[in-house]
């Protein structure tokens, strides 16, 4: 079941400034993760959280849970014209078996 | 370099046609999806499956179905094409635990005429 909503739907952003990208979820979650798909190709895996984590960090991404809010944020600093992309979060659910449930992503566009 | 490979790219087929998608992977994965994409939908997983022979409907599995008689590979059978299947089919696979997240394929873009 869909239950990620990224927040939010589309950012355009100018070149070297930071994205910031919600996502809000319903159920309990085992973790939380981000993908980036760039235009009609697969996702590629960016980072993981764990339901026991706060914050991650990977290169240029921040991560932040809130599971009293159901709630995760994804930080980009610094960014860049390769960084346009869509944005998804997905979570996997307590009881999912490994499934992951998708949000309907969310676009951002770096301005060179 | 890890992957998933998907057989086609591009499909196009006509209505009422048995239409069979490919994944294969290389990562001795336990699981493998397939989810389909559509434009403001996201995302929506049709099946799965967790080992050889095993498989799991998804949330959207009507006019689906699937094999898996290999480990590193799991077919999409799309048993007679309709129009409203014309989407983006996205296969994945991941480990036992998944903590290393999804591996996806490059997609097929299937379009039913």
């Known amino acids: 079941s869909q239950q990620g909503e990224e927040d939010p739907q589309a950012l355009s952003i100018q070149e070297g400034e930071n994205a910031t990208m919600n996502c809000s979820y319903k159920?309990?979650?085992?973790?939380l993760q981000w993908y980036r798909q760039n235009s009609g190709r697969g996702l590629v895996h960016l980072i993981l959280i764990r339901s026991n984590e706060r914050e991650k960090h990977s290169g240029r991404l921040r991560v932040t849970l809130d599971t009293s809010k159901k709630s995760s944020s994804l930080l980009i600093t610094a960014s860049r014209a390769a960084d346009t992309a869509s944005y998804f979060c997905a979570t996997d659910e307590r009881a999912g078996n490994n499934r992951l449930a998708f949000g309907k992503g969310n676009q951002v566009v770096v301005i060179p | 370099d890890v992957k998933v490979t998907q057989s086609s790219r591009y499909l196009v087929k006509r209505t009422g046609e048995k239409v069979f998608l490919e994944c294969v992977q290389d990562?001795?994965?336990?699981?493998m999806f397939w989810y389909r994409q559509d434009p403001g939908l996201g995302l929506r997983l049709i099946y799965f499956s967790y080992d050889v022979k095993m498989k799991e409907k998804g949330d959207i599995p009507e006019g689906y179905s699937v094999s898996r008689e290999k480990k590193e590979r799991f077919s999409l059978i799309l048993e007679s094409a309709s129009t409203s299947q014309t989407s983006m089919y996205l296969c994945?696979?991941?480990?036992?635990?998944?903590?290393?997240?999804?591996?996806f394929g490059s997609g097929t873009r299937l379009t039913v005429v």
């Open positions: 159920t309990s979650i085992n973790n």
């Open positions: 990562m001795d994965h336990e699981n």
């Open positions: 994945a696979s991941s480990s036992y635990t998944g903590l290393a997240g999804y591996t």
